[in-house]
C-alpha cells in the first residue's frame, strides 16, 4: 500500500558527504515519524536520525553534529544531509515511515528497500 523509494547512496571518501532522499508513495493519508536506519555487516540495525511531521528530530550520538534530517512533508519525502564521513559510517541506510493510510486507521511502519552507502578511500 506504501512505497519507499531510497536514492543517493555510493563510494565516498573519509571526510565527504553524501545526501540521501526517500520518498513515500502510495495509499497515504498522514505520515508521522519519519526517519533513516542503517545496518553494517554483522550489526544490528540502528537508529540513525528522525523526525516528526512537526519538525522535531533525534539522532544517534555517532552522527550528532555530522548528519542532518529534514522532511518535505508536502512531498512525502525525508532528507539526510551526512558530512565528515567515516569509514565506520559505511552500511546499507534504510528509511522508514510511520504511515497511517486512513483517517480511521492505526499507523504502520513501512520500510524502504536500502541504499549502500561506503566510505573508504
Known amino acids: 500500500q506504501v512505497q519507499l523509494m531510497e536514492s543517493g547512496g555510493g563510494l565516498v571518501q573519509p571526510g565527504g558527504s553524501l545526501r540521501l532522499s526517500c520518498a513515500a508513495s502510495?495509499?497515504?493519508?498522514?505520515?508521522?515519524?519519519m526517519g533513516w536506519h542503517r545496518q553494517a555487516p554483522g550489526k544490528q540495525r540502528e537508529l540513525v536520525a528522525a523526525?516528526?511531521?512537526?519538525?522535531?528530530?533525534d539522532y544517534a550520538d555517532s552522527v550528532k553534529g555530522r548528519f542532518t534530517i529534514s522532511r518535505d512533508n508536502a512531498e512525502n519525502t525525508v532528507y539526510l544531509q551526512m558530512n565528515s564521513l567515516k569509514t565506520e559510517d559505511t552500511a546499507v541506510y534504510y528509511c522508514?515511515?510511520?504511515?497511517?493510510?486512513?483517517?480511521?486507521?492505526?499507523?504502520?511502519?513501512?520500510w524502504g528497500q536500502g541504499t549502500q552507502v561506503t566510505v573508504s578511500s
Open positions: 522508514n515511515a510511520l504511515t497511517q493510510t486512513s483517517r480511521w486507521g492505526y499507523a504502520t511502519n513501512y
Open positions: 502510495g495509499r497515504i493519508f498522514s505520515i508521522n515519524t
Open positions: 523526525v516528526t511531521s512537526g519538525g522535531s528530530t
